[in-house]
């Protein structure tokens, strides 16, 4: 009996030891939660855009001239890279459109990351990591190098694979995974590259192939094989339901990726700067992503 | 004489680049496809730290030879390319004492995130070695090197190019000439030979060569270093650090923000004003002034007369040379200190549990063997066992690890991720969309319609014509019209075994509309022979796929392997697919690889198929050993005994079986 109350005259007393202690855990816990709550809300990553298409269609170019304004030779990449590029003078981002022409803010040019991606075919991880990891993904620019998209050309086949695959994921964004729905509306630009080319397909053109391109590779897949694993082991959870664009439409077109809230626009330029439209208009339309 | 040399990072920007002679992209592309990405080349046994480009094996690409080193935390990548036919023994100093350089003045920029911009000014360094190296390389063997001179003629001797000069403005001239003394001097004072009075009369000249040609600079010192009376290097040298000299009244820039800039540069510094003129004016004088500061700092020093004089070229690069140098000498010596590797060894424990620990080999070897021995349990042949380790040891050496992050987990991840990228094809394997490509052309192209050929080989009784059928059945069920075509002319009863699957195959796809026919013509005829005539049969009756069934072979006969080659010729088809057997061990590789080359130069395997998987379980290594052999895809496997148990491969299916631990 004696002990108890001994502790509780312990405890109460004004010892020098718990004076201390309640002094630090009076400075420390609102330090604790400041840096708690901004930690969590804080961190204001830019906006980003991701550079994705398969290879040797000039993305690494396009995120050199975008960040120096000249053109720097490039080989094949291995690694992913993000750059910190700023919009130029003439371009306004789209969250500025509502500024007053005077406003201070607008002298401050609008930075982005643009991310690029190797487009190797066994490297592709890197891009649909990134694609499924969005960190304030703003927009997506796919580059198709317009100059191989002909009729029964390889490159044809090889790109529609990739944007397919692309667009498949974006769909699937809505369907299941948390993460992903996080990203809304993500605009798809395809820029078609390389127009200073003689053979370079016309924008609408590019569209019209890519699209047919995709009906028929969606048809394939539909029709191919299972992967291994799904008889296998009971790891079968992903359900069929990859079919890219609307449900038993005869054609894909890119419209139809509206509903998933993916709205795909091509556009053509080139990157080194030679006759034909440039990279204007890619400019304008990251300027109205920002 | 070198064609061009090239630093560049993994991402893909050329950073710095020198090229001598016009030499297509291509060349360094198929570098990076082939060796970095592809791994098609083994590399070397070096898995040092930093790999010379001794040790690493060159590459050769339609008359060039490329030699290359990396640096692994910077990411980045030295390529020199030369042609094939020139034998330069420097070439490996070069690029090794080119990286030391590099790394060692950039570094700190190559850091930076979030750019690709590094501003170098490296040409000067890369010519000082380029002319250090061929001097030392003529002193060993003058001939080599003058069968490597290029076939240019010789620029016309001092005089003459005296004259040529333009004329500077007086003031400039006195300033400049003023630095120049100095600066010979001052260079004179360091390098062992060489007399003033022949220096000074080669350096204008030197500037107007090294401003026409550099080829011609580089012969021109040689041809001095021949004869000892002229001292031309001398001259070469201070030629290109005079050059930003000159510039600099012309240009009216500073001498403290542009002290080492000329011509080439100016428009990289221009670059660094934001593109597109974002930042403001006043950033770009701050960025000004920093790179002011650093330079002024690393390079030069100022007279007594308040001019800027650049350090000697010679001495700051032997002096990083031999400091690399040494820090290798010294890391060497401090591991082996018996108190040092206590230590080290205490404070490795720890760091093991916590994490931020740079990872060393001896670190990794254990845990290396354990995956390797992992990797072998399932199956997969020891040389690829190897090989992946090797690759992910290269990966890991000098990465530091996360926190709370083991070594072990760090390695699973390593190895995962090369797994992932030696599994994945490099171009997609769609087969329908291959076969619709040339069996019905778009009539867009100018193709013709052909039927589309497959053909299927093997060692004995692995499952060709099982596994032939299993395709046929597929084909069938997506309404192709197919010929099996039973190249077997030797084994006794194969044409009658097709010719049960056939049936089968009518039987279940007739109410679908598929259609299928065999080919026969029985036993004891050229199996070639067979092949093309089928072939030709089936573009008449028009169908679509043609699947030739082949007989199995010995991978290490050479009678029964040369007839293949044959076989591909007439029969040329669009497909050659091997079938391997998921059980098979250590052989794999070697079968994979013989029946690769068997089909002659010109043509290789297009995909595996890996039957039985369904009977080994977890030890699916065969697929892993197939396909680091050849750098082949596997385009099936074959999961179970009935004609739809054919699948796809799913890499990340392949993956996790190869890593799971039972």
């Known amino acids: 009996m004696a002990s108890t109350s001994d502790w509780a005259q312990a405890l109460l007393s004004p010892s020098p030891l718990g004076l201390v202690i309640a002094i630090l855990l009076a400075i420390s816990i609102p330090l604790f939660l400041h840096s708690v709550v901004f930690r969590a809300s804080g961190l204001t990553t830019l906006p980003s855009i991701l550079l994705i298409g398969p290879s040797d269609s000039g993305k690494t170019s396009l995120l050199t001239l975008f960040e120096r304004g000249t053109n720097a030779s490039t080989h094949t990449s291995q690694a992913p890279i993000s750059v910190e590029c700023s919009l130029p003078v003439s371009n306004t981002a789209g969250s500025d459109k509502y500024r007053s022409a005077h406003d201070p803010t607008n002298q401050a040019h609008k930075k982005f990351l643009l991310i690029d991606t190797p487009g190797h075919g066994k490297l592709r991880h890197h891009a649909l990591d990134n694609l499924t990891n969005p960190q304030n993904l703003k927009g997506l620019i796919f580059i198709v190098d317009a100059a191989t998209l002909s009729a029964g050309d390889e490159g044809l086949r090889q790109t529609a694979d990739y944007l397919h695959d692309t667009l498949l994921i974006l769909q699937k964004r809505m369907a299941g995974n948390k993460a992903l729905k996080a990203l809304k509306d993500l605009p798809v630009l395809i820029a078609a590259n390389k127009m200073d080319l003689f053979t370079a397909l016309p924008a609408a053109l590019v569209k019209s192939t890519l699209e047919s391109e995709i009906t028929k590779v969606r048809v394939s897949r539909s029709k191919g094989l299972l992967d291994s ?30 509903e998933f809230d993916v709205t795909v626009e091509v556009i053509g330029g080139n990157v080194t700067g030679g006759e034909g439209p440039t990279v204007e208009k890619w400019w304008s339309w990251i300027s109205e992503r920002l | 004489m070198l064609d061009s040399f090239e630093i560049l990072t993994t991402s893909g920007v050329v950073l710095w680049s020198k090229s001598y002679t016009s030499i297509s992209p291509s060349i360094v592309n198929s570098l990076i496809t082939n060796v970095f990405i592809e791994e098609r080349t083994l590399p070397g046994a070096g898995i040092a730290d930093d790999i010379s480009a001794a040790n690493n094996p060159p590459y050769k690409h339609d008359l060039h030879t490329l030699k290359w080193t990396t640096v692994k935390e910077l990411g980045l990548i030295f390529v020199a390319v030369y042609r094939s036919l020139l034998h330069l023994s420097w070439i490996d100093k070069l690029v090794d004492n080119i990286r030391t350089i590099f790394v060692d003045l950039y570094g700190d920029q190559l850091k930076k995130p979030h750019t690709t911009l590094v501003e170098c000014h490296f040409d000067e360094y890369f010519d000082q070695q380029i002319r250090e190296l061929e001097k030392t390389s003529l ?56 007399t003033p ?257 497959i053909s299927i080989v093997g060692v004995n009784g692995v499952g060709k014509s099982t596994n032939l059928s299993k395709i046929g059945f597929f084909l069938l069920q997506n309404k192709y019209k197919v010929l099996v075509v039973a190249c077997d002319t030797f084994r006794s009863g194969a044409v009658e075994q097709l010719a049960v699957h056939v049936r089968n195959l009518k039987e279940l796809t007739a109410r679908e509309g598929g259609q299928v026919e065999l080919y026969q013509k029985g036993y004891g005829k050229d199996a070639a022979n067979v092949a093309k005539d089928a072939v030709t049969f089936a573009a008449q009756e028009e169908f679509d796929v043609v699947l030739i069934d082949t007989a199995g072979r010995r991978h290490n006969d050479q009678r029964l392997m040369s007839s293949l080659e044959k076989f591909a010729k007439f029969a040329q088809p669009d497909k050659i697919l091997m079938v391997g057997e998921a059980l098979v061990g250590t052989d794999s590789v070697a079968q994979a690889r013989n029946f690769n080359t068997a089909f002659g130069t010109d043509r290789s395997l297009d995909g595996f198929i890996i039957s039985k998987c369904d009977t080994v379980g977890d030890m699916v290594g065969t697929l892993v050993s197939m396909v680091h052999a050849t750098n082949v895809p596997v385009l099936f496997v074959g999961v179970g005994q009935h004609y739809s148990d054919l699948r796809n491969l799913s890499v990340k299916w392949a993956v996790e079986k190869l890593l799971s631990s039972n």
């Not at chain 1, 082991?233 to 990726?257: H, I, N, P, R």
């Not at chain 2, 030629?239 to 510039?247: A, D, E, V």
């Not at chain 2, 205490?346 to 093991?352: E, K, S, T």
């Open chain 1, 229 to 258: 694993g799904i008889g296998m082991d009971e790891g079968a959870d992903d359900e069929k339901d990859d079919w890219l664009g609307e449900v038993g439409s005869q054609d894909f077109k890119f419209y139809q990726m509206e």
């Open chain 2, 139 to 194: 002193n060993q063997d003058p001939r080599s090197t003058e069968s490597a001179a290029p076939d240019e003629v010789a620029p016309p001797l001092t005089p003459k190019v005296f004259a040529d000069e333009p004329p500077p403005l007086p003031g400039l001239l006195s300033r400049g000439q003023s630095n120049n003394n100095y600066r010979d001097s001052a260079s004179n004072g360091s390098t062992p030979v060489g």
């Open chain 2, 197 to 453: 009075d022949a220096s000074r009369p080669t350096t204008p000249a030197g500037h107007l060569l090294t401003g026409k040609a550099k080829p011609g600079g580089s012969r021109r010192s040689r041809k001095a270093a021949n004869t000892p009376t002229v001292y031309a290097s001398s001259g070469d040298e201070s030629s290109s650090k005079k050059r930003p000299m000159k510039n600099e009244p012309k240009k009216g820039r500073k001498w403290t923000a542009e002290g080492m800039a000329d011509e080439d540069d100016d428009t990289v510094l221009d670059y660094s004003l934001p593109a597109n003129g974002a930042t403001s004016g006043e950033d770009e004088a701050k960025d000004r002034l920093g790179a002011a500061e650093i330079d002024q700092a690393t390079w030069g020093s100022k007279t007594g007369k308040g001019q800027f004089v650049l350090k000697d070229l010679d001495d700051q690069v032997n002096s990083i040379l031999t400091s690399a140098d040494a820090k290798k000498v010294d890391s060497a010596a401090t591991s082996t200190g018996l108190f040092g590797s206590g230590m080290s060894a205490i404070g490795g424990l720890f760091r093991n549990v916590v994490g931020g620990k740079t990872l060393t080999k001896e670190d990794l070897d254990k845990a290396m063997k354990g995956m390797e021995d992992h990797l072998l349990k399932k199956n997969v042949a020891r040389e690829a066992a190897i090989r992946l380790c090797e690759g992910v040891e290269r990966e890991l050496i000098g990465v530091k690890t996360g926190n709370f992050e083991s070594v072990q987990a760090k390695i699973q991840v390593a190895m995962e991720s090369s797994l992932r990228k030696i599994l994945t094809p490099t171009s997609s394997l769609d087969l329908l969309r291959e076969i619709d490509a040339i069996s019905s052309p778009s009539p867009l192209s100018l193709q013709k319609k052909r039927p589309y050929v």
